[in-house]
């Protein structure tokens, strides 16, 4: 008798996505049920057994995971956040949430090339400690991105479309270089060693950069005083509720003193990420560089809510069966998708 579960047939749909690239498909569920082939209760477990390229896949679960320490070139992917209220028809709504304390995941040696996607933290956030170059962080909630490197400079790295993003350094003393591009930042705090480009942002909270090009941002923290070293300025918009709030001066399409309250579609009949769309009339439509929007959902390559990920993937929004199965007696299995 087999009974077969809405996580085993994710499996299947992955594994069929990912044959063509010879990649193999691991799970990670810590929610108890019974572990088969390529299935861990943990991430460093399923990171062990991996080779470089596959992929795995954290499911969401009403546990909360420990994080890991990747040596490999891997994709990990978690199944988005904030799903009830952007996809509440979904099967599964649950996050892939890490908590506090062991909540690390580390880029060393040998994970150049690594992708982190879909991952929530829990109130003290996800932290993300990168330490070797062509990291990419993108479409994660709640998360701490760490950067250190005592001897080597660091490139590639990319930090995008996360929500409620911070971002510090630990010990770095050579150059690095990387892209911020369509977050939601609470925090960033970078020394003089950084440089890249910073866009399509929109910023809650403090601002500490140098060397950087900023572009198509939205700073509206009223309590937030930027720091911004040597850095160029292109199509910005200060919100701020101050008597004087001008962090980018008003040449180069750079615009000063703008209401917040005109940015926005705002929190009421919207999702929590949901309400930093532009509403119609906003000041931030077509103001970016080329004439792209400002904020994170602007560009060719916007902020997504939940973090949905790639449209190869698609998610399960019903599921039904007859219960079991058997050799004679056949399990009618009925399914929904939608692609991403």
């Given at each position: 008798?087999?009974?077969?579960?809405?996580?085993?047939?994710?499996?299947?749909?992955?594994?069929?996505?990912?044959?063509?690239?010879?990649?193999?498909?691991?799970?990670?569920?810590?929610?108890?049920?019974?572990?088969?082939?390529?299935?861990?209760?943990?991430?460093?477990?399923?990171?062990?057994?991996?080779?470089?390229?596959?992929?795995?896949?954290?499911?969401?679960?009403?546990?909360?995971?420990?994080?890991?320490?990747?040596?490999?070139?891997?994709?990990?992917?978690?199944?988005?956040?904030?799903?009830?209220?952007?996809?509440?028809?979904?099967?599964?709504?649950?996050?892939?949430?890490?908590?506090?304390?062991?909540?690390?995941?580390?880029?060393?040696?040998?994970?150049?090339?690594?992708?982190?996607?879909?991952?929530?933290?829990?109130?003290n956030d996800l932290n993300i400690n990168i330490n070797v170059s062509n990291?990419?962080?993108?479409?994660?909630?709640?998360?701490?991105?760490?950067?250190?490197?005592?001897?080597?400079?660091?490139?590639?790295?990319?930090?995008?479309?996360?929500?409620?993003?911070?971002?510090?350094?630990?010990?770095?003393?050579?150059?690095?270089?990387?892209?911020?591009?369509?977050?939601?930042?609470?925090?960033?705090?970078?020394?003089?060693?950084?440089?890249?480009?910073?866009?399509?942002?929109?910023?809650?909270?403090?601002?500490?950069?140098?060397?950087?090009?900023?572009?198509?941002?939205?700073?509206?923290?009223?309590?937030?005083?930027?720091?911004?070293?040597?850095?160029?300025?292109?199509?910005?918009?200060?919100?701020?509720?101050?008597?004087?709030?001008?962090?980018?001066?008003?040449?180069?399409?750079?615009?000063?003193?703008?209401?917040?309250?005109?940015?926005?579609?705002?929190?009421?009949?919207?999702?929590?990420?949901?309400?930093?769309?532009?509403?119609?009339?906003?000041?931030?439509?077509?103001?970016?560089?080329?004439?792209?929007?400002?904020?994170?959902?602007?560009?060719?390559?916007?902020?997504?809510?939940?973090?949905?990920?790639?449209?190869?993937?698609?998610?399960?929004?019903?599921?039904?069966?007859?219960?079991?199965?058997?050799?004679?007696?056949?399990?009618?299995?009925?399914?929904?998708?939608?692609?991403?």
């Open positions: 008798m087999k009974t077969i579960t809405p996580k085993l047939i994710v499996f299947f749909l992955t594994l069929i996505t990912a044959t063509t690239f010879a990649q193999t498909i691991r799970r990670v569920n810590n929610t108890g049920i019974p572990l088969g082939a390529n299935m861990y209760a943990t991430l460093q477990a399923a990171h062990n057994a991996a080779v470089n390229d596959d992929i795995i896949y954290v499911e969401g679960s009403g546990a909360f995971y420990a994080g890991a320490t990747i040596t490999k070139r891997l994709t990990i992917i978690g199944p988005g956040y904030l799903l009830a209220e952007n996809y509440p028809n979904f099967a599964d709504v649950r996050p892939a949430e890490f908590t506090f304390v062991t909540n690390a995941i580390t880029f060393n040696a040998g994970s150049e090339g690594s992708i982190v996607t879909g991952c929530s933290g829990f109130v990291i990419t962080v993108t479409r994660n909630r709640s998360i701490k991105v760490n950067i250190n490197s005592d001897n080597t400079p660091l490139t590639g790295i990319v930090i995008s479309k996360n929500y409620e993003l911070r971002v510090s350094q630990f010990n770095s003393q050579v150059s690095i270089s990387m892209i911020v591009s369509n977050n939601y930042v609470i925090n960033i705090a970078l020394s003089d060693n950084f440089s890249g480009i910073f866009s399509n942002n929109i910023i809650n909270g403090n601002l500490n950069l140098r060397n950087f090009s900023l572009l198509n941002n939205i700073f509206f923290a009223d309590n937030g005083s930027p720091l911004l070293t040597n850095c160029t300025f292109s199509n910005n918009i200060d919100a701020r509720a101050l008597v004087n709030a001008n962090a980018f001066g008003t040449t180069n399409g750079n615009m000063a003193n703008v209401d917040k309250a005109n940015l926005f579609v705002g929190v009421t009949g919207n999702s929590t990420d949901g309400q930093w769309k532009l509403k119609a009339g906003s000041p931030a439509i077509g103001a970016g560089l080329g004439g792209i929007d400002c904020g994170i959902f602007g560009g060719l390559d916007s902020y997504a809510l939940s973090g949905i990920v790639a449209t190869d993937y698609p998610t399960i929004t019903s599921f039904t069966t007859s219960g079991v199965g058997n050799s004679t007696t056949p399990l009618t299995v009925k399914i929904s998708t939608k692609s991403n």
